[in-house]
């Protein structure tokens, strides 16, 4: 019970950390229209997962902790609720690693010739592989033990040559910024935190910004594909997505009604370079303030331990009867 209690004890600090940058990050979203880029979204990240203390401070204390009976009830508590959620997200890679068994590898010609031409691009030493199956999305990435691109072999007649690229390019950019590892740390904060409803909202804001982080990138490594060819493509997904088919767990979402429209308005209306740099010092203020209270907050919820710091001190037991 000495080393649960003290485990669930750094799970509470990390959640009301998590918690609080969670809400400045939804705070600058929804109040302030701020377009968060992908370094903030994993430091919010960062604060569910690694305690940011002052030196002077131990997480586990060297002593043996008297629990209180609530304090005992809640950690067990919260360690069937993460056992169980370990559990159902195991339970989907299970399944999403059967059903890519029933997938297809794709041999078309056209998609491995764009594909390749892509890789040596974005200089991408490792081409990941492509697979065909029915689906609900059109395309996707999806990682089981590495990445793989899922492509939804009905629509591939309908996409023109430039839509297929800029597709592939997209999903392209998943992987080689390493969006599909940061889901799966996600995963792991939302198992650990699974009580904690900001957790949640951060996960699924980070799949957004994991969406136009892509964005972005694709538009940045094209620059003769104009915003408004690229929103038609999207556009063009949306179309082809209302389709039914199967669905594979661990996967970054593709296109979502209200994930596009954000999208839209975040690439039709790209911020000028003054107010991007503004946006930048703002969210870059957010995470120095939270590393800030993290470390202060520190002093007073984790003991210290002052008498290890410096030399022992010693104390007549005779001098107290005086």
Known sequence: MQILGNIFSVILYLSFIGSIVSFAALFSKKVLHLVQPLWFGAAGLLFYLVPVIVPQVRLIPGERQTWRYGFRIAAIIWITGAFLF??????????????????????DARVLKILTEICTGERLQKIPRVLFGE??????????????ILLNKRILPELTDPELAIILRH????????????QRFYDLASVLHWCNPFVWISKNDF???????????VL??????????????????LEMSSGTGKNTGGRIAALGFLMAKQRFAAILAY????????????????????????????????????????????????????
């Open 271 to 322: 911020p000028k370079h003054i107010w991007r740099i503004i946006t930048l010092a703002i969210l870059g203020g957010l995470v120095a303030a939270a590393v800030l209270l993290s470390m202060s907050a520190s002093r007073t919820y984790f003991y210290p331990y002052p008498a290890l710091m410096g030399p022992a001190e010693y104390s007549d037991p005779d001098a107290q009867r005086f």
């Open 207 to 217: 799949e957004l910004i994991c969406e136009m982080d892509c964005d972005r990138k």
């Open 135 to 148: 689906f609900k999305d059109p395309v996707c990435v999806v990682t089981i033990l590495r990445p793989y």
């Open 86 to 107: 370990a559990l159902c997200y195991l339970a989907r890679t299970l399944f999403a690693a059967r059903a890519m068994r029933k997938c297809t590898i794709c041999g």
């Open 171 to 182: 999903e392209i950019l998943h992987i080689k910024r390493k969006h599909h590892l940061l």
């Open 220 to 237: 940045k490594s094209c620059t003769e594909l104009a915003p408004g060819d690229y929103t038609r493509t999207m556009l063009h997904l």
